[in-house]
């Protein structure tokens, strides 16, 4: 049993009279130790298949598994659970917490848990993205862009979740810290965590495993990089 | 790192609308406190009033028929004419009554009509000491009668027999020695001879018989029940008060206090309703912040405790601010109004009060809103959708 299964998802926004497709009809499944990468354009509904993979976005119809788990029969606390112990996030534009230090934003996932030990969990987990306690301590626009980036993997990892999420983590990014991300990224998979990376951009895929290609709400390709994308 | 860090961190980062939220807060907060520490120095000042008339209530014997009186003069009665007297067996029930803190004197008095050189002269046997505490007008010249042959003059008796402290005067055919004279009242003490209640039923061969019984409740809050209860312990006798009169008084200090609570309730609202719309606005603005904290775990209840917390916070800063700007101006306000007796009494109960309120409102103004953070959805606020 994959780590994660999709199975005939298809979601539809908008009213009866006008309909919109974002995602028609996708099943596939991701491995623990898979490194993929949901490829399309603006618009092609890879954000979609990624929101609902991270188990906020139900879909129209569909059933997502995680670990075996049906999430969307689940209520939205058990879901919130399931984030929480599953699914680690790297967002798009990393979405630090501005007014939080390094060390807090890393601390954000377990600031709800009633457990001791919070701080050093967190202080590990920057330190296995290289970032020591003296820079844990600012605030990210204290920060470069790549300790940040870095900031934001170790608040994806810090539950140790079996499932990292990327969306469009070196958007922003010059190339030399979108490099170091893609690096973080490529070791988690080797650590066993399954990552799925959102992207426009065929240069982010130069390490993934996989590419899931994405148009108009369908799946056109499901393979390789070479196979799949079209250099720039 | 716990909620409240991420709820203090939002408030530091966020200084305008906090500021904001808390003048809000604050200005209700002052208003109520301005108000009611108006309201409580108003009691104080109809309590001090009430101590200047001495007695606040009156037991006297029951009427037995119908008087046949005028302007307080009693002409005849409509059929044997026999006066009625309380005992002692009253007096002692008076002082018995229940939670005896609430009275300050228990007075009882006798008047009879002696004989002072052929005149016929009303005297009034009392307790002189407990008299001349409650009594705040009583001007003595002179020294307060202390032995059993020492009498107080009032002063239209002093002025038709000439008489001075230290000089004699006979009644019934007793002699005794005026040990002061009353300054002019205005009342009917003016022609009394006043002496010890003992010494007068001795002199007059007449005991036990007590014409009414004179007693202070200590507070006017205090007054309807004292009544209340005297009237339970002697079904026969009649009690009045002389609260009312004063109730009257006071009515235009009491209708500014209600005005001052209706503009409170309308400040009060206002201020809510600002502290509501500024938290919806920061809510809408956190949005994606929001949608972070659902997509790492945070449920729903998390997110509406951050926005109550940063309320509470808030609060807390709003309830000391408006606390001592209300004191401050109740301190103030009686200066602003002429020829007002109200003066400025501190009392805790504002505080703890104005602390109440200022939670009370930060908490109903911040409901809505954290019910609409905590109802956001993630893929939504993240912009996923």
């Known amino acids: 049993m994959a780590l994660i299964e999709i199975d005939r998802v298809r979601r539809e926004y908008g009213t009866a009279d006008s309909r919109v497709v974002a995602l028609g009809e996708v099943s596939l499944s991701i491995e623990a130790g898979e490194y993929a990468a949901i490829m399309g354009p603006s618009g092609s509904g890879k954000t979609t298949l990624l929101s609902i993979l991270g188990a906020m976005n139900p879909p129209t119809s569909g059933t997502l598994s995680i670990d075996g788990i049906d999430v969307y029969a689940l209520s939205q606390e058990r879901q919130a659970d399931l984030r929480r112990e599953y699914i680690g996030f790297v967002f798009q534009q990393l979405e630090l917490v501005p007014y939080l230090s390094a060390l807090e934003n890393v601390m954000l996932p377990l600031a709800i848990l009633k457990e001791k030990g919070k701080r050093e969990r967190a202080l590990e987990a920057l330190g296995r993205v290289n970032i020591d306690e003296r820079k844990a301590r600012r605030l990210p626009s204290e920060l470069s862009g790549g300790e940040q980036g870095r900031v934001a993997i170790a608040r994806a990892v810090v539950n140790d979740p079996p499932i990292i999420l990327a969306d469009e983590p070196v958007g922003s990014l010059d190339t030399s810290t979108g490099r170091q991300i893609l690096d973080q990224l490529r070791r988690l998979a080797d650590g066993g965590h399954a990552v799925v990376m959102v992207t426009h951009n065929p240069e982010s895929t130069q390490d993934v495993d996989r590419v899931i290609q994405i148009l108009d709400g369908r799946v056109t390709c499901d393979d390789g990089p070479l196979a799949c994308v079209v250099p720039a | ?385």
């Open chain 2, 1 to 385: 790192m716990e909620l409240r860090h991420i709820a203090f961190g939002n408030l530091r980062r966020r200084k305008g609308k906090a500021a904001l939220i808390t003048f809000g807060l604050a200005v209700a907060v002052a208003a109520f406190v301005l108000v009611l520490s108006l309201i409580l120095s108003l009691r104080s000042t109809v309590d001090d009033r009430l101590a200047r008339y001495g007695s606040n209530l009156v037991v006297t014997p029951p009427r037995s028929e119908v008087d046949l009186s005028f302007g307080g003069v009693r002409v005849a009665g409509a059929g044997s004419g026999q006066v009625r007297y309380l005992d002692e067996s009253d007096v002692e029930a008076v002082r018995s009554l229940s939670e005896p803190e609430r009275l300050t004197a228990v007075i009882p008095v006798s008047l009879r009509l002696v004989d002072v050189e052929g005149r016929r002269l009303l005297a009034m046997g009392t307790d002189l000491a407990a008299s001349s505490r409650v009594k705040l007008w009583w001007r003595l010249e002179g020294t307060l009668p202390a032995a059993p042959d020492q009498v107080l003059l009032g002063l239209n008796v002093r002025n038709e027999f000439g008489l001075d402290t230290g000089d004699e005067i006979l009644i019934d055919g007793r002699s005794f020695t005026v040990s002061a004279v009353l300054w002019e009242t205005g009342g009917e003490e003016d022609s009394l001879i006043i002496m010890d209640r003992a010494v007068l039923d001795a002199l007059t061969g007449v005991a036990g018989e007590v014409n009414l019984i004179e007693v202070t409740a200590s507070s006017t809050a205090a007054v309807d029940g004292v009544a209340r209860d005297l009237r339970l312990a002697l079904p026969e006798a009649e009690v009045s008060s002389v609260k009312s009169s004063i109730e009257f008084n006071n009515q235009a200090d009491s209708a500014l206090a209600d005005f001052g609570l209706a503009v409170t309730f309308l400040i009060v609202l206002i201020s809510g309703l600002v502290v509501t719309i500024t938290m919806l606005n920061a809510v809408q603005e956190r949005q994606k912040e929001i949608g972070i904290f659902r997509a790492v775990g945070y449920k729903q209840r998390h997110i509406a405790t951050l926005v109550l917390l940063e309320s509470a916070m808030l609060s807390s800063s709003a309830a000391v601010l408006g606390v001592v700007a209300g004191l401050g101006a109740a301190s103030l306000a009686p200066r602003l109004v002429q020829d007002s007796e109200i003066g400025f009494t501190f009392d805790p109960l504002a505080v703890v009060a104005g602390v109440l309120v200022a939670f009370l409102i930060g908490f109903l103004a911040s409901i809505y809103p954290a019910w609409r953070a905590a109802r956001m959805d993630p893929a939504t606020a993240l912009k996923y959708v």
